[in-house]
C-alpha cells in the first residue's frame, strides 16, 4: 500500500502517539520529518526476504 498517511486516521492516532515518538527521536534523533509511509506485506505462501 502506498501512502498510508493519506488512507486513514489510525496513522494519525499511531504516529502521535508518546511512546512512538520517543522511539524515533531515540533512533532518529529530534530533527525528522515523516513524508510518507508505505507497506508491504508478503503473501502466506511467500519466504522472508533477507
Same mark, same amino acid.
Given at each position: 500500500?502506498?501512502?498510508?498517511?493519506?488512507?486513514?486516521?489510525?496513522?494519525?492516532?499511531? $504516529?502521535?502517539?508518546?511512546?512512538? #515518538?520517543?522511539?524515533?527521536? @531515540?533512533?532518529?534523533?529530534?530533527?525528522?520529518?515523516?513524508?510518507? $509511509?508505505?507497506?508491504?506485506?508478503? #503473501?502466506?505462501?511467500?519466504? @522472508?526476504?533477507?
Amino acid at each position: 500500500m502506498r501512502n498510508l498517511l493519506d488512507k486513514d486516521t489510525v496513522g494519525d492516532v499511531c $504516529l502521535s502517539h508518546p511512546g512512538v #515518538l520517543a522511539a524515533v527521536r @531515540r533512533v532518529l534523533g529530534t530533527e525528522f520529518r515523516l513524508s510518507i $509511509l508505505n507497506m508491504r506485506s508478503r #503473501l502466506p505462501d511467500q519466504k @522472508r526476504q533477507m
